[in-house]
């Protein structure tokens, strides 16, 4: 019995939404494709969440806006174009590949890469370090001589 209370308290907040039954619209086919919409357009407040998944108060008034987009005719596309005429690429989960956006695309590999690359060229220089050459003969003279009279000077 307890693991069924765990499955389902584990499940509900998978279901959760923020959007209101008020912001509901009564054609089940808007009311679907303007949820398909605001699952693609980040919140700009909560910036890892969708709209309609944040409980933020600008989430709200997107997805008002959203839905009234569709109301009035637009199509999805109509419709994404237009919230991102007004926040810039940053609102959509999948932003175009373009010269404004090629940080975002290439960052997530570039930057493990570089790390990889750097950490290699660390480890290969203190490998370096690490291996001393044994002294020559001539070396190993001076050594001694030099610990020898060190030596002698504690001696006095």
Known sequence: ??????????????????V????????????AR?????????????????????????????????RERLTAGDSDTEVIDFVRARYGDFVLFKPPFKPQTYALWIAPFALPAAAFVIGGILLWRARRRASVEAL?????ALVAEVLARHGRRDEK
């Open 1 to 18: 019995m307890r693991a069924l209370f765990l499955i389902i308290m584990l499940g509900l907040p998978g279901l959760a939404n923020a």
């Open 20 to 31: 209101e039954p008020d912001e509901m619209l009564a054609d089940p086919n808007l009311e």
């Open 34 to 66: 303007a949820r398909e919409i605001s699952r693609e357009l980040r919140c700009v407040v909560c910036q890892n969440q969708d709209i309609d998944s944040s409980n933020a108060g600008v989430a709200r008034d997107l997805r008002l806006l959203v």
């Open 136 to 140: 020559s003969d001539e070396e190993e």
